[in-house]
């Protein structure tokens, strides 16, 4: 005999594949949402949808917006010179958080992760590229990728490909232990981090 109902366990398999969230979780979540009334439950779905068919990726920086170029990219007040690269749009709600930066951003959408089948060419590296031809006023990269193997890996490769540019690519430095997450890490720690970061390659060229 099941122990729930095929359409109760349904909803929890489809729960427990989302990240962070353990089939003990996925089960309470399951239940408070069988529980909600049917305002509350509407209102879930309907943001859920809206979420899911009214974001996209802005052509500009790849974080996800309603409107594009997104709000960051269209702003007159940011630094143009400096675009800051992470890995997930998690990170650029992260950085401007701390408000220690004001530059420009670029968002990979993932790493370079063999073990995951993970390549170069899933990442939004080329529209990096294709972006800082574009614009010559670009005179920094920073790379904000994770301290982890896969987002070192990741940082060496654009260090290597963006050397001959002439553009000065820097790492963020102190404050962020291997293997930690950048969604993580405290206001304190990122501003410790971006002010201290490294230079990997460039420099303008005459």
Known sequence: MARYSPSIQNLISSLSKLPGIGGKSAQNIAFHILSMDDAEAASLTEAITTARTSTKRCSVCQNFTDRDPCPICSDAQRDKTTVLVVETPRDVSTFERAREYNGLYHVLHGVFDPMKNKSISDTTISDLLKRLAEHSEITEVIIA??????????????SRILEPSGITVTRLASGLPMGSDIEYADDLTLMNALRGRITLAGGKKD
């Open 145 to 158: 990728t994770n301290q982890t193997a896969e987002g070192n890996a990741t940082a060496l490769y654009l």
